[in-house]
């Protein structure tokens, strides 16, 4: 048994490196096209303001490069405190005071848990907690009305187990090669297509029966587009978001190994009570694009390992 879960582990490991790897190297072709488009057209329009693709020095360095110290850029500032900040606030997530924070602190110290954390607290009535960045907790002011003491132990457990396997590094890589790639996709579809209808518009004014021709080609080149964009981000979008549910499971399973996995549980039939309740029920396409497992499964294997 210690064996299958073992590979298990390994398996999911290397799918979600190969997942990394996808979305690496095909938004990275992306964003080389785009570029090499960029910088065919300006050598053409100005030929001696661009350097040659092959030209040594500083400069020419920095010009075919660049795209890609922009990613690197955007990568980092993702991840700074300045990012983090500005999740928070957009949330509307402000610092835990008071005698909820001493609530919280003595749950903490009867975890016997070392980690420095930083509490924030929004006004959401929804039972809830999310994390940002690497050492960031936020909280729902319905969790923190509604929740006992060892449902929170449970929750603030699960929410650590994100921090611990850097969750928030991994979406950062795969959000930022995709926020560049998806963009640099969307401009090598406009470029020829502006380039083609300023020709089709001058065709057109000239011979107007052609004018439909035209109109077929734009909406082949978009659907194309919205087909290619669709396939590709789809694949990206379905496996990350099975990763995800793993990655619940098993920050669940790092709240048993702490201690709190009862409260946990007892957080989770909370959970599953309000949703029978509101009569949540998700559709199928619901359920393969949410990243979260339905409450219930949760509840199944919780319960196995407790």
């Given at each position: ?15 979600k ?8 190297v095909?938004?990275f072709?992306?964003i ?12 053409h329009?100005?030929?001696?303001c661009?350097?040659?693709l ?14 890609f ?34 609530r919280?602190?003595?749950?903490l110290?009867e ?31 319905g969790?923190?009305?509604q ?93 990350d ?8 499971y098993?920050?669940?399973?790092y709240?048993?190994?702490?201690g ?20 949540e ?9 949410s ?15 407790l």
């Amino acid at each position: 048994m210690h064996t299958m879960k073992t590979t298990l582990r390994i398996f999911r490991i290397i799918f979600k490196l190969l997942l990394l790897a996808y979305v690496t190297v095909v938004n990275f072709f992306f964003i080389t096209v785009f570029y090499s488009l960029l910088l065919t057209i300006m050598r053409h329009i100005c030929p001696g303001c661009v350097p040659g693709l092959f030209d040594e020095g500083p400069v020419p360095h920095l010009v075919n490069t660049m795209p890609f110290y922009l990613l690197l850029l955007f990568i980092l500032y993702t991840l700074s405190p300045l990012k983090v900040w500005m999740m928070r606030r957009k949330e509307g997530y402000r610092p835990l005071g008071g005698a909820e924070r001493v609530r919280l602190e003595r749950l903490l110290s009867e975890m016997g848990m070392d980690r420095k954390l930083n509490f924030y607290r929004n006004g959401d009535v929804r039972t809830n907690a999310v994390t940002f960045g690497f050492n960031t907790v936020g909280i729902t002011d319905g969790m923190i009305r509604q929740a006992s003491d060892e449902e929170l132990k449970g929750v603030i457990c699960h929410e650590v187990g994100h921090i611990v396997h850097y969750d928030f590094v991994y979406r950062v890589l795969l959000f930022s090669m995709e926020s560049f790639g998806s963009r640099c996709l969307y401009g090598i579809f406009l470029i020829p297509a502006l380039i083609f209808g300023i020709i089709g518009g001058m065709v057109s004014a000239l011979v107007p029966a052609l004018g439909f021709v035209g109109e077929l080609a734009g909406k082949f080149w978009w659907g194309l587009y919205r087909l290619l964009h669709f396939v590709i981000y789809g694949i990206s979008r379905i496996a990350d978001v099975n990763i995800n549910k793993y990655g619940e499971y098993r920050c669940d399973a790092y709240a048993v190994r702490y201690g709190c996995g009862s409260g946990l549980l007892s957080f989770l039939y909370r959970l599953k009570r309000a949703e029978d309740m509101r009569g949540e029920c998700p559709t199928f396409s619901e359920y393969i694009l949410s990243t979260h497992p339905v409450t219930e499964k949760r509840i199944a294997r919780l319960e196995k390992l407790l």
